[in-house]
């Protein structure tokens, strides 16, 4: 069993920053936490952000220069830093893991940015 929990979403004002977190507990034995997606309403789900097990990282360009993924492999946490927030950043956003083969998700957590 894996978990995947995604926290620290919320309300921001445009140019303002969050920073969201996703946590995978349970047997994370061969847990690979490796990517941010989100979700708009109405909308398909869309990568933001992936990281690889070298923490080389790749960007949507909607989020170059504005969104930073980054991992601390000791608390089996994968972080997304998001600055310069804007409408358009509106969604619920996902975290992924592979593990095995299989592809885990966590509940979401929703980013609204008012303009």
């Known amino acids: 069993q894996v978990q995947l929990v995604e926290s620290g979403g919320g309300l921001m004002q445009a140019w303002g920053s969050l920073r969201l977190s996703c946590q995978a507990s349970?047997?994370?034995?061969?847990?690979?936490?490796r990517a941010w997606y989100r979700q708009a309403s109405g909308k398909l789900r869309e990568l933001v952000a992936g990281?690889?097990?070298?923490?080389?990282?790749n960007y949507a360009d909607s989020v170059k220069g504005r969104f930073t993924i980054s991992r601390d492999n000791a608390k089996n946490t994968v972080y997304l830093q998001m600055n310069s927030l804007k409408p358009e950043d509106t969604a619920v956003y996902y975290c992924?893991?592979?593990?095995?083969?299989?592809?885990?998700w966590g509940q979401g957590t929703q980013v609204t940015v008012s303009s």
């Open positions: 349970g047997d994370t034995a061969s847990i690979y936490v």
């Open positions: 992924n893991a592979r593990k095995l083969g299989v592809l885990y």
């Open positions: 990281i690889t097990s070298d923490s080389s990282a």
